[in-house]
């Protein structure tokens, strides 16, 4: 995976562009944008060993390619990271629906706080994600309040054996 990574960030941002997937056999057609496992999750101590996306990565040379294009340019130029986001989401005529990460994790505060303004400028989608940074949520809701969270963006803290899923909200 860091060999892919690094082929990508050897270029420059405007040659990378986001992959968003229209969907999978679990989520339906669903829009989502995934990360590398472990690489872009700052809580994964108790699960890296199980991932699940490990698998897939090692697996599938095209899978690997995605999350890597997607973390170099998360890296590179996040604000085009997010806008083809949005012109993903501006795309969609129908099954309005998008995942944040089926594979990788909010990377850092700043990308949760993006995250709120892209459901907030798509009232019509249904957003969620699943994730281990309970720290950089807490800390995103203590900032700005747990009511600043759109209704169309779910949170879910995911929960794994031996990890405790600190939730003050």
Not at 92 to 113: E, M
Request: glycine share 4%; net charge positive.
């Amino acid at each position: 995976m860091k060999e892919q990574i690094a082929k990508y960030m050897r270029l420059p941002a405007e040659d990378i562009e986001i992959c968003i997937s229209s969907g999978n056999m679990k989520i339906g057609k669903t829009l989502n944008v995934s990360l590398p496992p472990i690489i872009s999750c700052c809580n994964c101590a108790g699960c890296s060993a199980l991932c699940y996306d490990v698998k897939a990565v090692l697996q599938y040379p095209n899978v690997r390619d995605a999350r890597a294009r997607n973390y170099a340019l998360l890296l590179k130029d996040r604000d085009k990271y997010f806008d083809g986001i949005r012109k993903a989401c501006q795309n969609r005529k129908k099954d309005k629906h998008f995942r944040f990460h089926v594979a990788g994790d909010i990377v850092d505060i700043d990308y949760f706080d993006r995250m709120t303004k892209i459901a907030k400028e798509f009232p019509d989608f249904k957003f969620w994600t699943y994730t281990k940074a309970y720290h950089i949520v807490n800390a995103w809701i203590k900032e700005n309040g747990r009511e600043s969270i759109p209704a169309n963006l779910s949170i879910m803290f995911s929960e794994w054996r031996g990890m405790p899923m600190i939730n003050p909200y």
